[in-house]
């Protein structure tokens, strides 16, 4: 069955530095990947996705992941972060049932301090 | 366009109460889901949706919770009846035909069962 697992719940970083969330997968294919973030009260946002090719793929706002089938993995960064990037980040993959629906994994709650 | 519009964005319940919640997907998507929401279990499918058919219907939620679609522009979630353990926030997502992985969600239904 495949899987989403986010190992950090919460990650602080000053405002101006990088930025890497991780997320791992486990599949036995090469799957779809997707980042999305939450806002505050707000529902969630699709940031970037991979289906497939360049491992490198860019989102907005200066986001973009690398996706690794080596490391199971599809971690995302940015290069300079702003304050208003302080969201909730998911990783996300079509489950084993079926590739049009997707199981998330719990989230890393970016904190920016300034 | 209109995005993915959920009503009521918070309702407050007795046990035992019944609630429906309510989805207005984005106009000519093809695919609706509802996800509940919790700072411990994360994101959890209840209900998928393609073409106004009943794709999933949420395994373990299949007892106390009933997802229709009327008609393809108005899905409802009905909760009955509710449970304290039902406190959550309700997501209700749409996507196009063809996206795979790329959903629109809404600002979500905050329901707290007393």
């Not at chain 1, 990088?18 to 973030?37: A, D, E, I, M, N």
């Amino acid at each position: 069955a495949q899987s989403v697992t986010q190992p950090d719940a919460r990650v602080t970083v000053s405002e101006g530095a990088s930025l890497q969330l991780r997320c791992k997968y486990s599949s036995s294919v090469t799957p779809y990947l997707f980042w999305y973030v939450q806002y505050p009260r707000q529902g969630l946002q699709l940031l970037l996705k991979y289906y497939s090719g360049d491992p490198v793929v860019q989102g907005v706002n200066g986001f973009e992941a690398e996706f690794s089938k080596s490391n199971s993995s599809f971690h995302l960064r940015k290069a300079s972060v702003h304050w208003s990037d302080s969201a909730v980040y998911f990783c996300a993959a079509p489950w084993a049932g079926g590739a049009d629906r997707l199981t998330f994994g719990k989230g890393t709650q970016l904190i920016i301090q300034p | 366009d209109a995005g993915v519009t959920q009503t009521p964005r918070h309702e407050v319940a007795e046990k035992g109460q019944t609630i429906i919640l309510k989805c207005e997907p984005v106009s000519g998507h093809n695919d609706l889901f509802w996800y509940r929401q919790t700072k411990i279990q994360g994101l959890e499918l209840l209900s998928y949706f393609r073409s106004k058919s009943l794709m999933e219907d949420g395994g373990a939620f299949k007892d106390r919770f009933k997802a229709e679609m009327l008609n393809s522009s108005f899905s409802t979630l009905k909760i009955q009846p509710t449970e304290p353990k039902d406190s959550a926030v309700y997501l209700c997502a749409s996507s196009p035909r063809g996206a795979t992985g790329q959903l629109y969600f809404g600002e979500g239904s905050k329901l707290t069962v007393l």
